[in-house]
């Protein structure tokens, strides 16, 4: 569950079946005077918004039932709760939940539509914090994705590593010596740098190199990883490897930066 703030007005967010449902239950608490949930569902415009929402999203809907609802809705003695409308029509749109995050939800759309009912103004910075919300999730996936193509061959390598250049019997201060080792095999020949030397230079940044590399880069060096492990079991001198694994990242960095689907996902992360 997410919360987003409109006109100080927190509101709860929940994601059903990958769908966001906002709480109109937190909404409410923004309208002045004493209103009900049911008062908005009684409406004639809201039945009629409702009916083409389920008809258009719902393959399920209770057309007959929801006809009769229909029939009745504005009339001064109808009045229907949200339970009762999911029951009788068999809705998706509505959901009305118990438990620590209890009250009524509904899906983004007919929130949006439930914010005018507050009013015009808070419809417009209800989906102005959703939509900032969306911008924040979508920056922090193209974060995540940037770690993943980083870390995707991380086991692969540092296995090949301790079975083929750890010896026997070696203190846990040795084998990090020799991970950091090769883990600058694949800086030098990426970046032209050791961690070390990176640290020094950059002593106002926190993380390290690969935090700071681009989509193309992280791709490259996912594939240096792989080549690396490969060389490390075919006993190739650390000295041959780094030649080698120089040329491939030269080669393989001139068709990743003008690589289009590089390119659009490197337009995303950036517009997060």
């Known amino acids: 569950m ?20 906002i709480s109109i239950t937190d909404m409410l608490k923004a309208k002045d005077g004493d209103f009900f949930i049911s008062d908005w569902l009684r409406n004639r415009n809201t039945v009629e918004f409702l009916g083409i929402w389920e008809r258009v999203y719902n393959p399920n809907f209770n057309y007959g039932e929801y006809a009769i609802i229909r029939s009745k809705a504005g009339l001064n003695n109808y009045k ?14 509505l959901k009305a939940t118990a438990g620590r995050y209890g009250g009524t939800y509904a899906h983004k759309d007919i929130a949006f539509e439930f914010g005018m009912w507050i009013s015009a103004e808070f419809k417009i910075y209800l989906i102005k914090e959703f939509q900032r919300l969306k911008e924040q999730e979508q920056k922090q996936l193209g974060w995540d994705i940037k770690r993943t193509l980083a870390k995707i061959n991380y086991r692969i390598h540092t296995d090949a590593i301790k079975e083929n250049l750890i010896p026997k019997e070696l203190t846990k201060q040795q084998i990090t010596q020799i991970y950091a080792s090769e883990a600058d095999v694949l800086n030098m020949s990426l970046f032209g740098i050791t961690a070390k030397e990176w640290r020094d230079a950059n002593k106002d940044k926190e993380g390290n190199i690969r935090d700071y590399a681009n989509i193309s880069q992280l791709v490259c060096l996912s594939n240096l990883e792989n080549l690396n492990a490969l060389f490390i079991n075919e006993n190739l001198p650390q000295d041959k490897r780094l030649i080698k694994l120089n040329q491939i990242a030269i080669s393989q960095m001139k068709l990743l930066t003008e690589d289009k689907n590089i390119k659009r996902i490197s337009n995303m992360g950036s517009k997060g």
């Open 2 to 21: 997410t919360k987003i703030s409109v006109n100080g007005t927190e509101i709860s967010i929940i994601n059903i079946e990958n769908e966001d449902y």
């Open 80 to 93: 229907i709760s949200v339970k009762e409308w999911v029951e009788k029509t068999n809705a998706v749109g």
